[in-house]
């Protein structure tokens, strides 16, 4: 039986990425897709791509960051058809040494991060319990797994997420509500060509990432988890592999985490 097929799922982020896959292949599974994104125009260009091979979907342009706007839309997708799946996919990313941050930039991480997850679970929980089912997936990181020097904001907040989802799913396991936290490794996405690295070189820093899953098999990966509604989806193996060594061995992630910060001292960060 098709998981997704003739439900209804509200998608953040749907704009590019990860997101813009997650739509498609919804779609495609027979689902009507809300495409949320804050790019008007890139939310509606996915909308379209589905709409034009036959699918259903609608564009809606808020940002996440705005806890009523965020309420607003959930409710009014929930009065049109039920809310099967939220997606909190919507998110930023940087990277650099904790030292080089200011207090706006990590404000903005926050909410970005964080705040548009609690944002969106929180209205959709409320649906969902009334309903007596519903699925929520939280788009974390294998940076939510373990710590990762030169991504300090960016490991606390996707642990921030990581920790929301998993304490949730026992929460909301007997009120007819799953809980599902992805944590995808490195994807080609767009984001690779505009995220900041603070005091560093991003084309530098992006020659070091050696393997990257397409957005699409991504969200496959994503997707396919959802269907055996596992707690955490996390991918590709070859990107788990610090998590399983920090599980094992803290202090030997503590060694090559410092041999990671001074290879990005002297290779990539501009003392200027």
């Known amino acids: 039986m098709n998981a997704f097929k003739d439900k209804t799922a509200i998608v953040t982020g749907g704009a590019s990425g990860i997101g813009r896959e997650l739509c498609k292949e919804l779609a495609e599974a027979g689902a009507k897709v809300y495409v949320v994104d804050i790019n008007a125009e890139g939310a509606k260009n996915t909308a379209s791509i589905i709409t034009n091979e036959g699918g259903k979907a609608e564009s809606i342009a808020i940002d996440m960051r705005d806890p009523d706007a965020v309420e607003k839309m959930v409710n009014s997708v929930a009065s049109k058809d039920s809310l099967d799946y939220m997606f909190n996919n919507a998110g930023m990313i940087m990277f650099g040494e904790f030292r080089d941050m200011n207090?706006?930039?990590?404000?903005?991480?926050?909410?970005?991060?964080?705040?548009?997850?609690?944002?969106?679970?929180?209205?959709?929980?409320?649906?969902?319990?009334?309903?007596?089912?519903?699925?929520?997936?939280?788009?974390?990181?294998?940076?939510?797994?373990?710590?990762?020097?030169?991504?300090?904001?960016?490991?606390?907040?996707?642990?921030?997420?990581?920790?929301?989802?998993?304490?949730?799913?026992?929460?909301?396991?007997?009120?007819?509500?799953?809980?599902?936290?992805?944590?995808p490794g490195t994807v080609d996405t767009e984001v690779r060509n505009t995220y900041t690295v603070l005091k560093g070189d991003r084309n530098a820093f992006n020659s070091y990432i050696l393997k990257q899953l397409t957005p699409n098999k991504a969200a496959c990966a994503i997707l396919n988890g959802v269907r055996k509604n596992k707690g955490i989806i996390a991918f590709p193996w070859y990107d788990l592999i610090p998590w399983w060594l920090y599980r094992i061995s803290p202090a030997l992630n503590f060694w090559w985490q410092r041999k990671l910060v001074n290879m990005f001292r002297r290779k990539i960060r501009s003392n200027e």
């Open 103 to 183: 207090y706006d930039q990590w404000r903005n991480f926050v909410d970005t991060d964080i705040m548009s997850v609690v944002y969106g679970t929180f209205s959709a929980y409320k649906i969902m319990i009334n309903q007596g089912y519903g699925h929520i997936v939280n788009t974390s990181s294998v940076f939510g797994l373990f710590p990762f020097s030169l991504g300090t904001a960016y490991t606390a907040v996707k642990h921030a997420v990581t920790g929301l989802s998993l304490a949730l799913r026992p929460e909301a396991h007997d009120l007819g509500v799953k809980i599902t936290v992805a944590c």
